[in-house]
């Protein structure tokens, strides 16, 4: 073959292997495109295998390569951890000298992500571990010594979903140092209510940055970043207990149905058609960040008569479970909450201190009517009923009440004890334990005109419908959120 010939087939040659590198730069391409999910670095072109990543090189010497790690998805979640992560460390709440910790990582993208922007001591916890990268662990009892971290980051709404937030963050405080950063991703917080309910899960903190982001599906989220101080109160002697009402509480007064300022004529009529108006707290606001969920029914009377017939049945729980408590003094009920689970009967009578009181019930035959607590020598009872008066034992209410909840507990109370709230509610405000009371159901009872008699009002009580507005108003005046019950 002469010189011509040679020379065409190395230009075939030559155009042979530059089509196929030409093949393999666009086949790295698309891997990199597709199943990585990023673009090729400018530094390799994608022309060999990826440099060993920290992923990489801890899957190598500690478990073998997780397939799921290459995923589009997995590594399109540790690219949007990334930028929030190098947000954090350009705003200084992390550094690369962090030792930090995610809380509830599962597969561990936030861990990773850590590592990849420099972050290298960096652990994730979850119930079950994803070596390298996440270790098993309880979240209500992390498995580190306390002042571990300076740095704990809690995504994937991990506080908003725990049955116990209150226990979570006891465990990031306790693992957390002094002045280390607390950064948490949360759906809830968007009210004021929710937002103060979430840092009272972080007492002696001190926020540093609170504000709307998107979530790792684009949904409306809020990132809320503390600081622990290097001082942490210690926890509240209940009996130095101050009450002051936080603003964010007065303001939900504003949008709650009005009060009835003229006195029914047909109170058994127009106080239970006001009962379709309350608008209940629970769907006003986000409850999600209270320590605990707790219903008191003070004059609860028979089982059925509101525990179930109202509170179960139509308030709104935002999925909580509520501890219950029923307060009544009138024995003839006791039997019946023997048999009942998840209701704690408390035996005594709703007073202003503990002492042995004179409690009334009127009924006619076969009957047994409402009891009241009455001075011994009370004889205000009608023509037509019998009068039975026990000797029954009266309970500091205020004290009881500071004893078994907290200002971190959601609690619902309903109120029917036959008058004595005219010196109950006054002795709640006096110790400040109304402070304790997050919405309040009050039958407020009167002189009212009578349904059995036109024109007569009741005598078995002495107060009027102006005294009892007037305590309504005192209430929602201290920032107390009372509706109006029958």
């Given amino acids: 073959m002469g010189p011509a010939g040679k020379q065409g087939s190395f230009r075939l040659l030559f155009v042979r292997l530059l089509f196929f590198g030409v093949m393999f730069v666009a086949v790295r391409f698309m891997y990199g495109a597709i199943v990585l999910g990023e673009k090729c670095d400018a530094l390799d072109f994608c022309f060999f295998s990826q440099p060993q990543t920290e992923s990489s090189s801890m899957a190598g010497e500690n478990s073998s390569p997780n397939p799921v790690w290459s995923t589009r998805k997995w590594r399109r979640t540790v690219f949007y951890y990334s930028a929030i992560f190098q947000d954090l460390l350009n705003n200084e709440f992390l550094s690369n000298t962090s030792k930090s910790l995610c809380m509830d990582a599962e597969t561990g993208q936030e861990v990773l992500a850590l590592k990849e922007i420099g972050v290298v001591d960096a652990v994730g916890v979850s119930k079950k571990k994803s070596l390298p990268l996440v270790v098993a662990g309880n979240l209500f009892g992390l498995p580190f010594d306390n002042s571990t971290f300076d740095f704990i980051f809690c995504g994937h709404h991990t506080i908003e979903r725990s049955p116990r937030p209150a226990n979570l963050a006891m465990e990031i405080t306790r693992t957390l140092k002094s002045d280390g950063f607390l950064v948490v991703h949360t759906s809830s917080a968007g009210d004021s209510y929710s937002y103060n309910s979430f840092l009272n899960l972080f007492p002696g903190f001190v926020l540093q940055r609170n504000r709307e982001t998107r979530g790792l599906d684009n949904s409306p989220a809020r990132e809320i970043i503390l600081q622990k101080s290097e001082e942490q109160n210690s926890e509240e002697d209940p009996s130095t207990f101050?009450?002051?009402?936080?603003?964010?509480?007065?303001?939900?007064?504003?949008?709650?149905?009005?009060?009835?300022?003229?006195?029914?004529?047909?109170?058994?009529?127009?106080?239970?058609?006001?009962?379709?108006?309350?608008?209940?707290?629970?769907?006003?606001?986000?409850?999600?960040?209270?320590?605990?969920?707790?219903?008191?029914?003070?004059?609860?009377?028979?089982?059925?008569?509101?525990?179930?017939?109202?509170?179960?049945?139509?308030?709104?729980?935002?999925?909580?479970?509520?501890?219950?408590?029923?307060?009544?003094?009138?024995?003839?009920?006791?039997?019946?909450?023997?048999?009942?689970?998840?209701?704690?009967?408390?035996?005594?009578?709703?007073?202003?201190?503990?002492?042995?009181?004179?409690?009334?019930?009127?009924?006619?035959?076969?009957?047994?009517?409402?009891?009241?607590?009455?001075?011994?020598?009370?004889?205000?009872?009608?023509?037509?009923?019998?009068?039975?008066?026990?000797?029954?034992?009266?309970?500091?209410?205020?004290?009881?009440?500071?004893?078994?909840?907290?200002?971190?507990?959601?609690?619902?109370?309903?109120?029917?004890?036959?008058?004595?709230?005219?010196?109950?509610?006054?002795?709640?405000?006096?110790?400040?334990?109304?402070?304790?009371?997050?919405?309040?159901?009050?039958?407020?009872?009167?002189?009212?005109?009578?349904?059995?008699?036109?024109?007569?009002?009741?005598?078995k009580y002495q107060n009027t419908y102006g005294q009892c507005f007037d305590l309504f108003s005192k209430l929602r005046g201290s920032g107390v959120l009372v509706h109006q019950w029958w």
């Fill in 242 to 459: 101050e009450c002051v009402m936080p603003e964010y509480k007065s303001k939900l007064l504003q949008s709650v149905e009005p009060l009835i300022e003229e006195e029914p004529l047909k109170p058994w009529i127009t106080l239970k058609k006001n009962a379709k108006n309350i608008k209940y707290l629970s769907s006003m606001v986000d409850i999600n960040f209270k320590t605990r969920y707790v219903y008191i029914d003070v004059g609860a009377r028979s089982y059925g008569s509101s525990i179930v017939s109202w509170f179960k049945k139509q308030y709104p729980k935002q999925n909580k479970t509520f501890e219950i408590y029923a307060i009544e003094a009138d024995q003839t009920f006791y039997k019946e909450y023997e048999s009942k689970k998840g209701v704690n009967l408390v035996k005594f009578a709703a007073w202003v201190r503990n002492e042995t009181l004179s409690f009334e019930v009127n009924g006619g035959e076969g009957r047994r009517g409402m009891g009241r607590v009455v001075p011994a020598a009370s004889s205000a009872v009608g023509s037509d009923q019998t009068r039975v008066v026990d000797e029954i034992q009266g309970l500091d209410f205020a004290g009881w009440l500071k004893s078994v909840v907290s200002v971190t507990d959601y609690v619902v109370m309903k109120m029917d004890i036959e008058g004595a709230e005219f010196d109950v509610l006054p002795r709640l405000i006096e110790t400040g334990a109304i402070c304790l009371i997050d919405e309040l159901f009050l039958e407020c009872h009167y002189n009212r005109w009578q349904k059995c008699c036109p024109g007569k009002r009741s005598p």
